[in-house]
T-cell receptor
Framework: AQKVTQAQTEISVVEKEDVTLDCVYE???????LFWYKQPPSGELVFLIR??????QNEISGRYSWNFQKSTSSFNFTITASQVVDSAVYFC????????????FGKGITLSVRP | DAGITQSPRYKITETGRQVTLMCHQT?????MFWYRQDLGHGLRLIYY???????DKGEVPDGYVVSRSKTENFPLTLESATRSQTSVYFC????????????????FGDGTRLSIL
């Protein structure tokens, strides 16, 4: 069985603050993939990043960065210098390469960035 | 570039009626998925399809029927709608990849907000 835990349910920050969204996962498989999705207030789900279990390099894309640590089964997402447009629900998700594996989502973190 | 489109965006219907939600993608992705999103439950997989004429159950398939006669379309039918099926429904597609559900990113439609009275 696989599981994704996003312990933070709601986070509120002031614009320009840095914020980290936590994601902890569980899987028995050695090959798996982790994802982050963003759901802005308009409701659509936007793919942000995919990371495979063999690549522990951190990733940076503009103000976004991701820290993958297999030792702690975590795939955390940091937004630097947050902006109001970053306000959204953020989902972490996991899928392994097992024959019966499906994409498992965490419950999501609601991020509010105040001006 | 339409990508993936869902219709209708909003639907109100009554208990016991049949309703079909449409999903169409223009990427020729082999995999397609249906999810429902409910407060407190996050996103849950209803059904998915690895290719035309191949479908399989997800986490919450009861009360739903799917078909995939063409690669680009994946309709979801509620045969006899119940209030518990009030939800936001998302269709997604992906290139597939390794494993039963594929390891490639899934790309989502804008969702259908379904209310059953």
């Amino acid at each position: 069985a696989q599981k994704v835990t996003q312990a933070q349910t709601e986070i509120s920050v002031v614009e320009k603050e840095d914020v980290t969204l936590d994601c902890v996962y569980e899987t028995r498989d050695t090959t798996y993939y982790l994802f982050w999705y963003k759901q802005p207030p308009s409701g659509e789900l936007v793919f942000l990043i995919r990371r495979n279990s063999f690549d522990e390099q951190n990733e940076i894309s503009g103000r976004y960065s991701w820290n993958f640590q297999k030792s702690t089964s975590s795939f955390n997402f940091t937004i630097t210098a947050s902006q109001v447009v970053d306000s959204a629900v953020y989902f972490c998700a996991l899928i392994s390469t097992g024959a019966n594996s499906k994409l498992t989502f965490g419950k999501g973190i609601t991020l509010s960035v105040r001006p | 570039d339409a990508g993936i489109t869902q219709s209708p965006r909003y639907k109100i219907t009554e208990t016991g009626r049949q309703v079909t939600l449409m999903c169409h993608q223009t990427w020729s992705h082999s995999y397609m998925f249906w999810y429902r999103q409910d407060l407190g439950h996050g996103l849950r997989l209803i059904y998915y399809s690895a290719a035309a004429d191949i479908t399989d159950k997800g986490e919450v398939p009861d009360g739903y029927v799917v078909s995939r006669s063409k690669t680009e379309n994946f309709p979801l039918t509620l045969e006899s709608a119940t209030r518990s099926q009030t939800s936001v429904y998302f269709c997604a597609s992906s290139l597939g990849g390794q494993g039963g559900g594929g390891n490639q990113p899934q790309h989502f439609g804008d969702g259908t907000r379904l209310s059953i009275l």
